[in-house]
């Protein structure tokens, strides 16, 4: 018997689920893109994206996924030959290194593996030895969505300012923004990207490119700026198309101003809280059931754990197929185990993650999570029985 008919829970670490209020924003016949209402609500919209972000400076919204949004910070701050310094804790600050490489930046990256977090003394000690300052930018990720590494960001830029460095600090917020707790200005971040499909809950398709006075006198001497990742246009149209390019991406925008609302209303602190007790309630699901089999939280300290999404390791190939039998027979889709191991290998089985990101409440994760716990009996992966109750005792108590 199959019993996955109905709604569908889209549980993966992005796309996150859409609110039916985006969508129907959304939903609705082409603007005309030269003026009128469109062109009158974008600069309360982007007045909207910068207090997201907690700060004054400015940001550029670009059609692009999350590597658009790297690519677009890249050129707009360095030029071919240039060294950076990437902090590794899964694979997308290896993949963002690896865009800046191929546009001719040389990349160094400082790998702190896939279960531990940045270590600011480490990049403290190898920041010291650059005397000649030829670290001209420190990337990080402030959640790994492959590792469910969160990073401390203002511990970093501590560590960056104790050894008097001048480096701009870039910092990759895609799956954190909205979720986790960021302050832009008050942790003195100069570089933020982000985008539009996890936190934000609206559809992929928007990346946004977040700077301040130092990285934009940087890109006075950029070489790799170009005409269209040129962010200085799109923060200073002098006609509404400038703004992106070209054509307004005119459904994205409405939906993205809905989602915003929607954030305005419930609170960033409101926000924060909500997805630190469901990302609790997860933890506490599964580190039960890991009391009596292989399952594991990937981040084995909780306090480095990301409040978006919780990455896990099964020590068998099981993992596959409880992500098969929760979404064939149960209608609940687990993420992949991103980067952790070559998918051609037997290893890439081993592991899945569990998004618990923007518009996500406790009926929600409860549900998600009672089904990952039929999936476990059904698959044959040993566990001590009773994690979603732990689960739910957790939202008792809180609620």
Request: glycine content about 10%; proline content about 4%; some cysteine.
């Amino acid at each position: 018997m199959n019993l996955s008919s109905g709604i569908s829970y889209l549980a993966i670490p992005g796309p996150s689920v859409m609110p039916e209020r985006v969508l129907m924003a959304m939903h609705r016949s082409a603007p005309n893109i030269y003026e009128g209402e469109l062109v009158a609500m974008v600069p309360e919209l982007v007045d909207r994206l910068k207090r997201v972000a907690r700060t004054k400076h400015d940001v550029a919204i670009y059609i692009a996924n999350g590597h658009g949004a790297w690519e677009a910070a890249v050129s707009n701050a360095l030029s071919a030959g240039d060294h950076v310094l990437a902090l590794a804790t899964g694979s997308f600050a290896h993949g963002w290194a690896e865009v800046a490489q191929r546009m001719g930046v040389e990349t160094e990256v400082l790998d702190f593996g896939q279960r531990s977090a940045v270590d600011p003394e480490r990049l403290s000690e190898r920041l010291r030895k650059d005397q000649d300052h030829e670290i001209k930018a420190v990337l990080a990720v402030h959640t790994d969505t492959s590792t469910g590494i969160r990073n401390d960001i203002e511990a970093i830029r501590s560590a960056i300012d104790m050894t008097g460095h001048p480096a701009l600090f870039m910092v990759d917020c895609i799956a954190s923004l909205g979720c986790d707790r960021f302050e832009m200005d008050a942790w003195g971040v100069d570089v933020m990207v982000a985008g539009s499909q996890k936190g934000l809950m609206t559809p992929p398709g928007l990346g946004f490119v977040y700077f301040n006075e130092k990285a934009d006198a940087a890109r006075n001497d950029a070489g790799l700026v170009s005409y269209y990742w040129d962010w200085r246009a799109r923060v200073a149209p002098e006609v509404f198309y400038q703004y992106f390019g070209g054509t307004a991406p005119a459904h994205h925008l409405y939906g993205l101003r809905e989602a915003l609302l929607m954030i305005e209303e419930e609170g960033l602190d409101g926000i924060w809280a909500r997805h630190a007790a469901i990302a609790e309630a997860v933890w506490a699901a599964f580190d039960h059931w890991g009391k009596e089999g292989p399952l594991q939280v990937n981040a084995p300290d909780p306090s480095i754990r990301s409040h978006s999404v919780t990455a896990l390791l099964t020590g068998s190939a099981k993992a596959t197929a409880l992500r098969e039998w929760c979404e064939s027979r149960a209608g609940l889709t687990l993420g992949i185990g991103l980067g952790m191991a070559e998918r051609t290998t037997p290893e890439w089985h081993h592991f899945f993650r569990l998004g618990h990101m923007g518009h996500v409440n406790a009926q929600m994760i409860l549900g998600a999570l009672g089904t990952v716990e039929a999936g476990l009996k059904a698959v044959g992966l040993p566990h001590r029985p009773g994690g979603a109750l732990k689960a739910s005792e957790l939202f008792a108590a809180r609620a």
